[in-house]
T-cell receptor, first 115, second 110 residues
Framework: NAGVTQTPKFQVLKTGQSMTLQCAQDMNHEYMSWYRQDPGMGLRLIHYSVGAGITDQGEVPNGYNVSRSTTEDFPLRLLSAAPSQTSVYFC??????????????FGEGSRLTVL | GQSLEQPSEVTAVEGAIVQINCTYQTSGFYGLSWYQQHDGGAPTFLSYNGLDGLEETGRFSSFLSRSDSYGYLLLQELQMKDSASYFCAVRDKGNTPLVFGKGTRLSVIA
């Protein structure tokens, strides 16, 4: 069971370039989300999805797009990379049911540097 | 919106007990969770409190007081491998995203 898989693990971009961070899960989780982690800032929510075809914005959505065409995949697109988007990005998933204990399953992270 | 406060750093001695506090402000409340993250790694789930009281999982326990908007993570018999960052997280209602605190970096020293 692979869990949550993120690619790439490392990426260097130049300002203005675009790219997509991939996230896939094989646990049939309805809920998927993207967080970014910066030193001293904890984990901040970028976008999330409660099921295929449904996405919503989190705390820091500007400069990022998402889509959820299947239950398994939730890619994060950087439209025009900026140095402020240098960060570690984590994808996470969980079951959506109301009895959810709050347990998120995280991918290993994608470390992005924008020059 | 939601906000969470937890100490930024804590240092404790191997074999001792340490408590990491978390206070929160939310419009609603649907449970307090704790996550552990080692340097360079991904956050991993430790515990969840939906109701007041203590939840115990091995050397780790977590406590919640909803009336005080307060919880803590208690780590007993500290080991060097417990050196990591610990995050509390809340959701204000079911099926909404988790909001994380900024994390507490725990250093366990010999």
């Amino acid at each position: 069971n692979a869990g949550v898989t993120q690619t790439p693990k490392f990426q260097v971009l130049k300002t203005g370039q675009s790219m997509t961070l991939q996230c896939a899960q094989d646990m049939n989780h309805e809920y998927m989300s993207w967080y970014r982690q910066d030193p001293g800032m904890g984990l901040r929510l970028i976008h999330y999805s409660v099921g295929a075809g449904i996405t919503d914005q989190g705390e820091v959505p500007n400069g990022y797009n998402v889509s959820r065409s299947t239950t398994e995949d939730f890619p994060l697109r950087l439209l025009s990379a900026a140095p402020s988007q240098t960060s570690v990005y984590f994808c996470a998933s969980s079951y959506k049911r109301r009895s959810n204990t709050g347990e998120l399953f995280f991918g290993e992270g994608s470390r992005l540097t924008v020059l | 919106g939601q906000s969470l406060e937890q100490p930024s750093e804590v240092t404790a001695v191997e074999g001792a007990i340490v408590q990491i506090n978390c206070t929160y402000q939310t419009s609603g409340f649907y449970g307090l969770s704790w996550y552990q993250q080692h340097d360079g790694g991904a956050p991993t789930f430790l515990s969840y409190n939906g109701l007041d009281g203590l939840e115990e999982t091995g050397r780790f326990s977590s406590f919640l007081s909803r009336s005080d908007s307060y919880g803590y993570l208690l780590l007993q018999e500290l080991q060097m491998k417990d050196s990591a960052s610990y995050f509390c997280a809340v959701r204000d209602k079911g099926n909404t995203p988790l909001v994380f605190g900024k994390g507490t970096r725990l250093s366990v020293i010999a």
